[in-house]
């Protein structure tokens, strides 16, 4: 083959991929790709240029359409049509009708959406909001806004955003497929979001395909992601993939945040395995990293109903060294381990220090130490210590009360019974009744 036939053909293939891609018709029906080519290629006689061969008023040659090529397109705003119908060589999809025929439920969630979201993106949550599987397939769906559209991350954000805000059950999905546009520019946190919602949802194979899938795409796993990765097994009671998990963390060589340290105690304590979780506590101390409140609450919880008395002070001693301040739960907490263990003083001690402290006491706290009065028959103290109470102006409420007088009731005392009630029921009464009034009365 000479270099003229290579040009030849190469004019011919760059002509035909124009003609394909071209929305508009530029060839009569008589005319093949060589002809053209020939025309183009054919050296042509001088022309002297003069003001009459010139016209500015030269009418189109008419083209036939019969050459047209590539993909017939036809694309109507939703809000206008009832159905838009795009169309292509590959894949269909219809868009639904918004209009009057929507569900109640369907234009509710249409009056929600923010003002100011755009309309590429609001007539996309909209297609969604309505989407059922009869009307197409998702992934049809969002290829069609893509190509169409043309969003880029910004508006994939927002269609997230107001998803999640809306709890939608297509939301998990959406972005899974969004991962996979490149216009979405998917990140490391894009995927731990995913994995966090499965994880919400109990969805553990999901979660586990996701990070897979993340892995395969080149992301390195890091210790935010792992560490949603322990609480959903913590939460699944999978205390063996959460060690695992967790081994993987300290592999990456950084040093552990109070995140990733809560989430293993939590699920050391979801487990029963208290001690383990209060190894990890001193674990931390010593790396002076300090987890929340929280994490230090379902461990002294854990020992308290398990009448750990030792084990609950330990906790609440290191809730103090981390700098948290005690509140009346947490005191209620302790005072219920020396409760259940029989240890009375420490109770009364307990109760004595929270409000030295300045902490209101609780009515789960007087009806602790009620009961810790009863375990050991001191009918004596008990009464002691509830006009000690009233001298300072504390009330008794509900539990305390229903506490004293099953306690009555047990031992046969009637009378003394139906005055704990009767008093109690005229402190309701007063409560709701202004001071002036209540006086007069």
Known sequence: MDGVDRVREIGIFLLQSSMASCDCNMLPRSYSAYQVFDEITAPKPRLRLSWRNLSLHRKPAKWSRS????????????????????????????????????????KQAISQ???????????????????????????????????????????????????????????????????????????????????????KKMQIQNAENTLLAMKRRGFICDQVTLTVMVVMYSKAGNLKMAEETFEEIKLLGEPLDKRSYGSMVMAYVRAGMLDRGEVLLREMDAQEVYVGSEVYKALLRGYSMNGNSEGAQRVFEAIQFAGITPDARMCALLINAYQMAGQS?????????????????????????????????????????????????????????C??????????????????????????????IPASQSIAL
């Open 67 to 106: 050459l047209r090529s590539g993909p017939a397109l036809e694309v109507i705003k939703a809000e206008d049509m009832g159905k838009t119908q795009v169309k292509d060589d590959t894949s269909r999809f219809t868009w639904i009708q918004i209009g009057p025929n929507i569900t109640e439920e369907q």
């Open 403 to 432: 506490t004293l007088a099953a306690w009555f009731k047990r031992l046969g005392v009637v009378e003394e019974v139906e005055h704990v009630l009767r008093e109690y029921g005229l402190r309701e009464t007063y409560s709701k």
């Open 345 to 401: 003083q420490k109770a009364y001690t307990a109760f004595e220090n929270m409000r030295k402290a300045g902490l209101e006491p609780s009515d789960k706290c007087v009806a602790l130490i009620l009961s810790t009065c009863e375990k050991e028959n001191q009918l004596n103290r008990a009464l002691e210590f509830l006009i000690d109470l009233e001298r300072d102006g504390f009330m008794v409420g509900k539990e305390a009360s």
């Open 113 to 199: 959406l923010p003002r100011k979201m755009t309309k590429r993106c609001k007539a996309f949550v909209k297609q969604i909001i309505c989407f059922s599987p009869e009307t197409g397939n998702l992934s049809d769906l969002l290829a069609a806004w893509v190509r169409f559209m043309k969003p880029r991350r910004a508006d994939w954000l927002a269609v997230l955003k107001q998803l999640k805000l809306m709890e939608h059950p297509l939301y998990l999905q959406v972005a899974e497929l969004a991962l996979l546009e490149e216009s979405f520019e998917a990140n490391i946190r894009d995927y731990t979001k995913i994995i966090h919602g499965y994880g």
